[in-house]
């Protein structure tokens, strides 16, 4: 028999005076709770209650005993307490995990929970590179490509793309391109973690599929370093549009080749369980959500 069962039903037996008045109390049969006292006797050795026709009383033994099931008792219904308060408010401390590229769209999102959720501790790391989100022990990875591991969940915050750009300089020096197929002849500063490699991908007006094999003399896992060097005239890069955004409206950099639009991506909110997440996990993603869709249009400027 399950030992807790057995306690609560002991408990209960020398609270209510009898083992009828503690089966009503647990819906259960008399000779259920008797049973399960027996279980418990048997399992010391030793008689916990004293019966009689008329009551029951504790043994020396069972005084002893009864006196650390109900602190067991009880402190197994703080420990239920506890947590589910934190399956219910955000509490503790959240791990997340992302690249430089997407502090700048993740930053108002940490802010908002941390200034509405006093009772959380954000613990945030930004890296290029792959993590192992249980080893490592995150609870969210915020990234832009789906994850490696399929073991892993994935919920989709928004389409993005890249944009196509250079500054006024390097056109002034190189002269703007306007075929696709020019690409591969001039300086293109890569990202390490463009999902294609040296290959760019786009699609034109009509939705076909077109790319081009780049070269060029910078590729880095920065993409602040990538966001400077286009901005100095270093080469033409593809870069996701969010970061870019300001440069652009700013006329600091310029779009190139608008007939041809950057493949589009998923962000991803990733994350370990689909079931009973805890409150905080469930809480900050319900967020990036919201977020997300109100960010679309800066996320995903062609969209």
Known sequence: MDRLTSMSAFVRVVDAGGFSAAGRKLNMSTTMVSNHVQALEDRLGARLLQRTTRKVSLTEIGKTYYDRCIQILA???QADEVAGAQQSTPRGTLRIHTHSVMVQFLAPVVNSFLDSYPDVKVDLTIGERDIDMIDEGYDIA????PPPDSSLIARSL???????CCSHDYIAKHGRPEQLAELAERNCIRHVNYPYGDEWRFVDRKGTPA????????????AETLHRA???GVGVCVAPGFMMHDDLEAGRLVRLLPEYRPVEFAMNAIYLHRHHLSA????FIDLLVRHSAEQQKLINPYS
């Open 75 to 77: 402190d197994i219904e």
């Open 142 to 145: 915020v990234r832009m490509v």
């Open 158 to 164: 928004a389409t993005w793309r890249h944009v196509l």
């Open 211 to 222: 790319s081009v094999r780049v070269s060029g003399n910078l590729i880095t896992n920065s």
């Open 230 to 232: 286009a901005l100095q």
């Open 280 to 283: 905080k996990v469930r809480v």
